[in-house]
């Protein structure tokens, strides 16, 4: 069995800035890539960021200066910096997953549960 397990969210003002962070456990035997995707209401989920074991990154373009993401390998934990946040970024927040479980023979996605992250104006 694989976990992810967020923390992190709440409730901010437009202009602060929340952290977010989110740890895999389980018979994880490799992990190729960790990160957040969200979803507003009445949209769908859309990427966020995402990082590679290898520290490659990808970004959504509203993230993009705002945000920085990174992670810690060796706990299989990734993290989200939000910066100058907007209400427009208001939405529950879900950690991502693409990883191979001992005795698989593939690397499938798994998701954390999300956190809501509200951003008053």
């Known amino acids: 069995q694989v976990q992810l397990v967020e923390s992190g969210g709440g409730l901010v003002q437009a202009g602060e800035s929340l952290g977010l962070s989110c740890a895999a456990s389980?018979?994880?035997?490799?992990?190729?890539?960790m990160g957040w995707y969200r979803q507003a209401p009445g949209r769908q989920r859309e990427l966020v960021a995402t990082?590679?074991?290898?520290?490659?990154?990808n970004y959504a373009d509203s993230a993009k200066g705002r945000f920085t993401i990174s992670a810690d390998n060796a706990k299989n934990t990734v993290f989200l910096q939000m910066n100058s946040l907007e209400p427009e970024d208001t939405a529950v927040y879900y950690c991502?997953?693409?990883?191979?479980?001992?005795?698989?023979?593939?690397?499938?996605?798994?998701w954390g549960q999300g956190t809501q992250v509200i951003v008053s104006s």
């Open positions: 990082i590679t074991t290898g520290g490659i990154t």
């Open positions: 389980g018979s994880i035997f490799s992990i190729n890539v």
């Open positions: 991502y997953a693409n990883l191979k479980r001992y005795l698989s023979l593939r690397a499938i996605d798994y």
